[in-house]
């Protein structure tokens, strides 16, 4: 591959040598940038010096280098996936035409719109997770936070440039924007509705990242399809890196899950909130919660936003060149469910606006496949309890099931019901009181938070005492 630039102010593979007036437009983002990364980045951490890694080529295989790194001096860049020789639309109007190296005309807005959409949640996830480094459960957690956020950065990166390259003015106001909005604010919130959510604790923080940023998988692979080809090289590298934030995700609620399996075992009861441990029921409430949430990132059930983004070619389906049908769709139908008297049933519609659907559909069974891991955990321990991905109606805020009042287990339920039981399907005030008072930072390498069992292995060949972020 074309090397990464790494002389230049902004570490690239664009060749921003060859376009000064881009890279003098990013050049002049950069301070915004860090600015915003500096008061709302990880808050109490700047200047520790942390073992990252950061992207060198963008070859599948080593394409990251690890080394002690403050963040504010992290290179964040901008680095595209290798091109395609000859790539093809490969589905919706413009199916079989080459890739466009350019933006469509027609298609401008609605491109622009996906791109900012996906840009806003970057940023905004580094402001949910901003305090979470001063309650770490231990250095290696600590690092694999700030892992993330980096890289989250770096996505934020990734579209700003899109919107710089090819959206002339509109583009720079909106990158200006893409740092003005917070997540949470009431007058400037951030576009989608997990990412104004709080993330108040680490528990919260494993299953964003197993939930959120799997929503996020499921929409760059739909965006990696894409007819526009900066776009989809871009998301892909993207992919690149999401894995190990789903990584961190799993395995951490992995950890969770397993502790409390320990504690009940060593002590001989269900009552593992006496040792200092985050039982199964609560843990359950939680994911109910971050599931149901980033259920509703996918949009609504039927939609002619999806349907016109797939037409225009400019958002596939989840490996949508896999797929073996006429990739257009235009008399194809697709199984929805809907709420039918009082029951939910497949109803069958017409494929092109389900997409939003058909992707959650794909989306909800990569999570089941990590409930079901976290499941073999409870089991190995001889426990007779199983975590499970509540109904898709339950808790909806977007979409036909919004504002339904559905139990976990897919019954309609009255208001009075749902009040009454919702401290069984919901976290409460009081879990999140609870689990706040476990979180208190374990600084020392090697020790781990009495709530949270220590990682397999460590980072990149590391232990797991090594010392991840030094704070002395
Ligand atoms: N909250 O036809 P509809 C990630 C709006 S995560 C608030 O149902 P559409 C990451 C919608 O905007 C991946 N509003 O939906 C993870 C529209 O508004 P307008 C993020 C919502 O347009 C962790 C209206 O409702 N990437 O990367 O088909 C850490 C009706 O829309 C929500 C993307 O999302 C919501 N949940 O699809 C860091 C990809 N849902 O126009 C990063 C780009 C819908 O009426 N975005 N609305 O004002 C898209 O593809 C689409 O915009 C969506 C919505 C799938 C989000
Ligand atoms: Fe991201
Ligand atoms: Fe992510």
């Known amino acids: 591959m074309a090397g990464i630039d790494y002389i230049s102010k902004i570490p690239n593979n664009v060749d921003l040598t060859s376009n000064r007036r881009l890279q003098r437009a990013l050049e002049d983002w950069q301070p915004k940038f860090l600015e915003w990364w500096q008061d709302m980045g990880p808050d109490g951490f700047q200047a520790r010096e942390t073992y990252l890694r950061t992207a060198t080529s963008v070859d599948a295989q080593g394409w990251a280098q690890f080394g002690y790194v403050k963040m504010p001096d992290y290179r964040w860049g901008i680095f595209l996936a290798d091109p395609e020789?000859?790539?093809?639309?490969?589905?919706?109007?413009?199916?079989?035409?080459?890739?466009?190296?350019?933006?469509?005309?027609?298609?401008?807005?609605?491109?622009?719109?996906?791109?900012?959409?996906?840009?806003?949640?970057?940023?905004?996830?580094?402001?949910?997770?901003?305090?979470?480094?001063?309650?770490?459960?231990?250095?290696?957690?600590?690092?694999?936070?700030?892992?993330?956020?980096?890289?989250?950065?770096?996505?934020?990166?990734?579209?700003?440039?899109?919107?710089?390259?090819?959206?002339?003015?509109?583009?720079?106001?909106?990158?200006?924007?893409?740092?003005?909005?917070?997540?949470?604010?009431?007058?400037?919130?951030?576009?989608?509705?997990?990412?104004?959510?709080?993330?108040?604790?680490?528990?919260?923080?494993?299953?964003?990242?197993?939930?959120?940023?799997?929503?996020?998988?499921?929409?760059?692979?739909?965006?990696?399809?894409?007819?526009?080809?900066?776009?989809?090289?871009?998301?892909?590298?993207?992919?690149?890196?999401?894995?190990?934030?789903?990584?961190?995700?799993?395995?951490?609620?992995?950890?969770?899950v397993q502790r409390a399996c320990e504690i009940m075992r060593e002590h001989k009861t269900d009552d593992v909130r006496k040792h200092g441990g985050i039982d199964l029921p609560m843990l359950q409430r939680y994911l109910n919660f971050h599931y149901s949430v980033s259920l509703d990132l996918f949009g609504s059930e039927v939609s002619t936003n999806a349907a016109n983004f797939y037409t225009a070619g400019l958002k596939g389906r989840f490996e949508e060149t896999k797929k073996d049908d006429d990739h257009q769709l235009k008399s194809a139908t697709y199984p929805v469910i809907a709420l039918n008297g009082d029951a939910f049933a497949k109803r069958d519609e017409p494929a092109l606006p389900s997409l939003n659907e058909r992707l959650r559909d794909d989306y909800v069974v990569d999570c089941d496949r990590g409930v079901q891991r976290w499941n073999q955990v409870i089991k190995r321990h001889g426990i007779d309890v199983e975590l499970t991905l509540p109904h898709r109606a339950f808790h909806r805020a977007i979409g036909a099931f919004a504002g339904l009042r559905v139990s976990p287990d897919g019954r309609v339920v009255s208001q009075a019901d749902w009040e009454a039981r919702r401290a069984e399907w919901l976290p409460t005030p009081e879990d999140e009181a609870y689990v706040a008072s476990l979180m208190k930072p374990v600084v020392e390498p090697g020790k781990f938070a009495g709530w949270i069992a220590p990682p397999a292995r460590g980072i990149n060949g590391q232990p797991v005492d090594f010392e991840y972020v030094r704070l002395g």
């Open 85 to 256: 020789p000859d790539r093809r639309i490969a589905f919706g109007d413009y199916k079989g035409q080459p890739a466009w190296q350019d933006i469509p005309g027609e298609h401008r807005g609605a491109l622009r719109r996906l791109i900012v959409t996906q840009g806003d949640t970057e940023p905004a996830s580094v402001e949910q997770q901003r305090h979470l480094g001063r309650t770490c459960p231990s250095l290696y957690d600590l690092r694999n936070l700030f892992q993330v956020n980096v890289e989250e950065g770096r996505h934020l990166w990734a579209m700003v440039y899109l919107l710089q390259a090819y959206f002339g003015r509109d583009g720079r106001e909106e990158a200006e924007q893409l740092l003005q909005r917070r997540s949470g604010d009431r007058d400037k919130p951030r576009i989608l509705g997990a990412f104004n959510e709080r993330t108040p604790d680490w528990l919260a923080y494993f299953m964003f990242t197993f939930f959120t940023d799997r929503d996020g998988k499921y929409q760059l692979a739909s965006l990696a399809e894409s007819g526009f080809d900066p776009l989809s090289r871009t998301c892909r590298f993207m992919l690149t890196e999401e894995a190990h934030h789903m990584f961190v995700g799993e395995t951490g609620v992995g950890r969770v």
